[in-house]
């Protein structure tokens, strides 16, 4: 007998030129769309799932707040001029001293680098800093902006923590050209550095910094390698911050 079922209407509808339709997503599918959403109206996240998420924070001794640590191998721009004498990262500090010398240091920039991935990395940064109670964060004491998406991540993470100054060290200019100036969160300063040594700063990007090997105009080396009271860095009315040669 002729029925008119799911089958027998798509018989007619394949005749008369139709398409057949799409599978709906099985309940699994949907509940990792919509997952992010659902956690994020459950109110504030605790600090443990936090850490769980971005793992921990990293702490420079020299700096008056905190860090987030990348590895150095795996900067894009960095880690080949780590191959070339003359330029800012060869013999990068970051890929020696007590980077590699503590065997966890190493293994926990891994796996902050594989954070970056995660959908409530955002989200799980912004507690984490703001926990901490501080005014002044720098992002990669070790390491660099891997992606465009990644520094709009970033710019996420400081709109939810307005009370903290937050600065980027960074040689990944390619990055920074695809990314508006007035685009840059107000408490978030970029400093894009020199490639070489006593060097010229870049010019298409207001901060910058570079390294030279006299009149450096960092204190740091005269104040025990510590910031102390300056915060040049974090300031935008301080166009360029020079390093003295390590």
Not at 104 to 115: E, F, I, N, S, W
Not at 205 to 228: E, N, Y
Request: aromatic letters at 10%.
């Amino acid at each position: 007998m002729g029925g008119t079922g799911a089958v027998g209407l798509w018989s007619k509808k394949k005749k008369m030129g139709g398409t057949r339709p799409q599978a709906l997503p099985g309940p699994a599918t949907i509940w990792q769309m919509f997952k992010p959403l659902l956690i994020k109206y459950q109110g504030p996240m605790k600090i443990k799932e936090a850490k769980v998420i971005t793992h921990s924070l990293s702490k420079p001794n020299k700096m008056p707040g905190f860090s987030y640590g990348l590895p150095a191998w795996e900067c894009k721009t960095g880690s080949k001029l780590a191959k070339i004498p003359g330029t800012v990262c060869f013999s990068c500090y970051a890929m020696k001293g007590s980077y590699v010398m503590y065997k966890g240091v190493k293994p926990a920039q891994y796996k902050r680098l594989d954070a970056i991935k995660h959908p409530l990395w955002v989200r799980a940064m912004a507690t984490q800093i703001n926990s901490k109670k501080v005014k002044f964060f720098r992002w990669h004491d070790a390491g660099d902006i891997q992606s465009v998406k990644h520094l709009l991540k970033i710019f996420k993470v400081c709109k939810l923590s307005p009370d903290v100054k937050h600065w980027i060290p960074t040689k990944e200019s390619q990055f920074l050209k695809q990314i508006p100036v007035d685009r840059v969160p107000k408490n978030l300063i970029i400093r894009i550095s020199g490639t070489k040594i006593d060097g010229p700063a870049p010019k298409f990007w207001p901060w910058s910094s570079t390294v030279v090997t006299k009149s450096a105009s960092c204190p740091a080396p005269k104040q025990s390698g510590k910031c102390l009271d300056c915060r040049a860095c974090w300031d935008h009315k301080v166009k360029n911050v020079s390093y003295g040669k390590h």
